[in-house]
């Protein structure tokens, strides 16, 4: 009556051993570590950097405890903050600008944890330190753009094709185009249809004008807001890298705000001044009659820039285009010979400016050039093949379908897409989120220990049943969060709490309908499986209703209430695993196999 079958004792051991496993992590604590990332594409973190690095520390008399290699850096571990420090400096001296060398914290787990992917899990600003910013996108403004932009290739487009008008104006979200004749307007009409699919246009007659209404069509003006957020979102990661932030948390939130969470940092100044670093892109030519020799001095009106993978180049001083002319740039294929390329968009001067210079040019290498900081790096520089008119221009020539993307993005996200302003700011220090780490284990350990003695006092031998299925739910809850790399936060700590009070429950009505069943007479067989089975419907019924809460929390909630919500919904999962399943194991171990048990330890 109370034994299960082997297969499920086995199942529950399983369980328990994979929760140790995976919640052992959280136990070692973490190193001082540098962390050493590829700035630009071209390069990658390898066994080679790796070797860079441990060659530099061994130079300095630095010893680390372990460098390990990842898929996006390479990580350095120390025994305390002065080797950091040190490291730190003599990486960046040798690695140069095309890394970023970052302090970071790692994981003293030893490598067979880490080998099978059991991580601890990562700590929020809240218990961590470092600050917060959420960003508000002027979408507006980024519309507005849009609209100028294209009343700029409106003008650009009617002069290419000698069509006669009389102006272009804006007015918001609508470009108002007029005409002295009827068939002018309709030539107009048909032509800009052709070029702009993403505008409607309309028609309308005011006295002796002939107007033509331009507008945003509805999935254009979606496409346009959310290329922002992507485009805004690309550039605040490019930027937040320099920060040398080990996890931060760049994510969007709602249609338009990004939360921005830096753990660890604590200079909001210098944050704020990156995030809201502005960046510009130029186009030179490539001075094609000197070659650069290192140590050599720069011929006159030339400057010279590195190219992606690090090769020299000499660019002449004068610009024939910048950034600012740039509406859009999305990777595809060349269609001659399908090789992967950029397309770009300019708008109305630029596309007059950079069909100037292509047809005057033809044969030459043109350079694109990113700038910030006051540092410019080459995105690219192919050969003008042919003069190149109509504002949609091609970069191609020996590059992968990754570069394609990433050259895109970085011509997208050389700037941000739409203004943004900080709506929210919070600075948490290091002292106290350790503080709130210690307040929020010892409250969680007091409870816990407060339970254990009026759950054994109360229950006796049930109740240290209870008891010992409350510290495997805590373990399975744990080892999830883990699995999950959850971030943990006070409100996580206040949810973990919350499920030990929760899971306990459970356990007291089993043991009150055990009692009850005993009251009534029953055998002591009779009643524990009256009690598990009869309790069930009433501990699934609660915890059903609270899920249910829970998943409504996570839903429609944010920030520190989703962080709460989800250490709730995995809570009341292990909750019921271990109040009937773990718990119900055990006490069939201590009283299943008697067959004429008398009494049982209950209270």
């Avoid at 190219?307 to 001083?317: F, H, S, Y």
């Avoid at 524990?528 to 609660?542: L, V």
């Amino acid at each position: 009556m109370n034994q299960y079958p082997l297969w499920k004792y086995l199942l529950i051991l399983v369980a328990l051993i994979m929760g140790l496993v995976y919640t052992l992590p959280n136990f070692y604590g973490e190193s001082p570590a540098v962390q050493v990332q590829p700035l630009r594409s071209s390069l990658k973190a390898d066994s080679a950097l790796m070797g860079r690095v441990e060659a530099a520390l061994k130079a300095a008399s630095l010893n680390p405890l372990a460098v390990a290699l990842d898929a996006t850096s390479v990580k350095a571990r120390f025994n305390d903050t002065d080797s950091q420090l040190k490291a730190k400096d003599i990486l960046q001296a040798q690695l140069g600008e095309d890394y970023v060398v970052a302090l970071n914290l790692v994981s003293r787990s030893p490598q067979w944890l880490t080998g099978i992917n059991a991580l601890p899990m990562y700590l929020g600003l809240d218990l961590r330190g470092g600050v917060h910013f959420l960003l508000q996108i002027d979408m507006k403004g980024a519309l507005d753009k849009a609209m100028e932009s294209a009343s700029g290739d409106i003008r650009s487009t009617l002069r290419e094709q000698n069509i006669a008008y009389a102006g272009v104006s804006r007015d918001g979200k609508m470009a108002t185009v007029k005409f002295r004749d009827a068939e002018a307007r309709g030539k107009g009409e048909a032509e800009l249809k052709q070029r702009f699919g993403g505008l409607v246009f309309s028609e309308k007659d005011e006295g002796s004008e002939y107007l033509l209404l331009a507008t945003l069509k509805p999935t254009e003006e979606k496409r346009i807001q959310d290329s922002a957020v992507q485009q805004n979102l690309v550039t605040l990661r490019n930027r937040v890298n320099e920060l040398g932030v080990a996890e931060p948390v760049i994510q969007q939130q709602g249609v338009d705000r990004i939360v921005v969470q830096l753990p660890g940092v604590q200079d909001t100044a210098r944050a704020k001044d990156i995030l809201g670093r502005t960046a510009t892109l130029e186009v030179r030519l490539v001075d094609e009659e000197h070659h650069f020799v290192e140590g050599s001095a720069v011929p006159f009106g030339t400057e010279m820039f590195k190219e992606r993978d690090g090769t020299p180049l000499l660019v002449k001083k004068s610009v024939l285009l910048t950034g600012e002319r740039i509406n859009d740039a999305q990777p595809g294929f060349d269609n001659r010979s399908n090789e992967p390329a950029v397309h770009l968009n300019l708008d109305g001067v630029g596309a007059r400016k950079f069909k100037e210079a292509t047809r005057e040019n033809v044969g030459k290498r043109m350079a694109i050039i990113l700038f910030e900081k006051g540092k410019g790096e080459i995105v690219t520089a192919p050969v003008i093949r042919e003069e190149i008119g109509g504002g949609r221009v091609q970069i191609s020539g020996r590059m992968s379908t990754t570069e394609a993307q990433d050259t895109a993005l970085l011509l997208r996200a050389g700037a941000l897409a739409a203004p943004m302003e900080i709506v929210e700011e919070r600075t948490v220090g290091p002292s106290l989120g350790a503080d709130n780490i210690t307040r929020g284990f010892h409250s969680t350990q007091i409870g816990f220990v407060a339970i254990a003695i009026f759950m054994i006092a109360y229950y006796l031998m049930f109740g240290t049943v209870s008891v010992l299925a409350l510290g495997a739910n805590l373990l399975l809850l744990v080892a999830l969060l883990s699995m999950l790399q959850a971030t943990l936060t006070l409100p996580g700590m206040a949810g973990i709490a919350l499920t030990l009070g929760m899971a306990i429950d459970s356990n007291v009505l089993i043991n009150e309908r055990i009692r009850e069943e005993l009251r009534m007479g029953n055998t002591p067989q009779a009643s524990i499986h009256a009690g598990y089975e009869q309790a069930f419907g009433t501990i699934f019924d609660s915890n059903i209703t609270t899920l249910i809460a829970g998943i409504a929390l996570f839903m429609f909630g944010s920030g520190p209430v989703r962080g709460f919500a989800v250490v709730l919904c995995l809570g009341i999962m292990t909750s019921m695993f271990s109040a009937v399943l773990v718990s119900r194991a055990m006490v069939n171990l201590i009283y299943g196999r008697r067959i004429r048990l008398s009494k049982v330890s209950i209270g």
